[in-house]
């Protein structure tokens, strides 16, 4: 008896320091989905908080080289580094060189680096990333407006498993990143060149030759591609790409059309915005083709869209859930009574119908019927629809849904 007493003396005075191994501890941590909880995990005690930092995978911060690399020492396993400046988040002098240099150095596990507005740094700090940073996934140095191939294509050499990389704004750029991408990064996904203007054909199609799986690729104002460069992308991801944003490359016509309708077959997200040469039949073969897949659909401003593709696309595309038709001045109310009573609602959350001047509040009227998810519905400066007019017609909107008569509600980003 006086044996199993002291046995239980021994346990109740056991410290949880003595008693758990540091594989057990991290196992506890990983357990707790909060990273509020996970901050207070480490509150208990030194072993803990080293403990807790070492588990640590993603960090926001602004910081110098020397506290850089006091994070690299305490953050040994992290992954997610988030560096990126904006108007209300920035400090000076901002990330330069030198920062990058001791990521580099310090942050070998790092698998996503966002350095997003950061215009301190340049290509001296990029060949650093690409020289110490093998395991590098995702890269975003959008309006780093001093970078240039040289730096970007250290990257592509080092970094040989990029699959996300944005260069939104790097206007320096050429068609030799995207040589040097379709070389070294067969993996890569998601390709971000907004902006970036002196991309051309020749680099869509070096890039189309090597790199096969683009899931997601954003050219817009990208002006000197045309037709040739983006097939050759549509044809060598055709089973990949699921979003493609051409937002006012306007030299962009129905060939790009007819080879996302012939090969693209999960395209879900498709912008043509300011595409102005695309045809009524090209749409029509679209929406035929990819009725069942396609999800956002922005072409404001191609003023060949009229009432027989507009219905088309109501009536094939069952499953779109985005639609900005806005400055299609050709449609009328016409498009939407096409639209059979016997057939499923419509699953349209966000519809844009701007600048239509054609439409009144008879076609919202038919619309509204057939949509009962309707979230946001955009009808600024379309003269035969205001307030007083869909008040007195008495439609009955979903609950929530957001009405926008003079630009005064903020834009939902699907179609951006």
């Known amino acids: 008896m006086s044996s199993i007493s002291t046995t239980e003396d021994r346990v109740s005075g056991l410290c949880i320091n003595e008693a758990l191994t540091d594989d057990e501890l991290r196992s506890i941590l990983a357990r707790f989905d909060n990273d509020k909880d996970k901050e207070t995990f480490g509150l208990v005690c030194k072993r803990w908080l080293r403990l807790q930092s070492t588990e640590r995978k993603k960090l926001s911060a602004r910081a110098g080289p020397h506290l850089l690399r006091k994070m690299a020492e305490r953050f040994t396993r992290l992954v997610e580094l988030d560096l990126a400046q904006s108007v209300s988040r920035s400090f000076y002098p901002g990330v330069t060189d030198s920062d990058l240099a001791v990521i580099a150095n310090g942050f070998r596990c790092l698998r996503i680096l966002n350095l997003h507005n950061c215009k301190g740094i340049t290509d001296v700090g990029l060949k650093a990333i690409g020289d110490g940073l093998s395991l590098l996934q995702s890269l975003d140095v959008s309006y780093c407006r001093k970078l240039t191939d040289k730096g970007l294509s250290a990257v592509a050499k080092g970094c040989c498993d990029l699959r996300i990389l944005h260069l939104t704004g790097c206007r320096c750029v050429t068609d030799s990143i995207l040589e040097a991408l379709s070389k070294n990064c067969h993996n890569l ?23 096969g799986r683009i899931k997601f690729l954003d050219i817009k104002s990208c002006s000197n591609v045309t037709d040739v460069g983006v097939t050759s992308i549509c044809k060598a991801s055709s089973s990949s790409l699921k979003t493609l944003k051409l937002l006012d490359c306007y030299k962009i016509g129905d060939e790009t059309i007819l080879s996302l309708a012939k090969f693209c077959d999960n395209l879900e997200t498709l912008i043509i915005g300011g595409c102005r040469d695309v045809s009524n039949a090209a749409i029509k073969f679209l929406a035929t083709a990819r009725r069942n897949n396609l999800r956002n659909l922005r072409m404001d401003w191609c003023l060949n869209i009229s009432d027989s593709s507009l219905s088309c696309i109501l009536s ?5 859930e985005a639609l900005d038709i806005g400055c299609c001045e050709e449609v009328t109310d016409t498009a939407f009574q096409h639209i059979s009573s016997e057939e499923p609602g419509l699953s349209l959350k966000i519809l844009k119908v701007s600048n239509c001047p054609k439409i009144t509040v008879v076609g919202i009227g038919i619309l509204v019927s057939k949509c009962s998810y309707l979230e946001y519905l955009d009808v600024r400066s379309c003269p035969h629809i205001t307030k007083a007019g869909l008040d007195e017609a008495g439609f009955h909107f979903p609950g929530g849904c957001k009405i926008n008569f003079n630009g005064s509600i903020s834009e939902p980003a699907v179609l951006l």
């Open 189 to 211: 996904e998601e390709l971000g060149l907004q902006g970036c203007t002196s991309i051309t054909d020749n680099g869509l199609i070096n890039l189309a030759s090597g790199c």
């Open 316 to 320: 094939q595309c069952r499953n779109l």
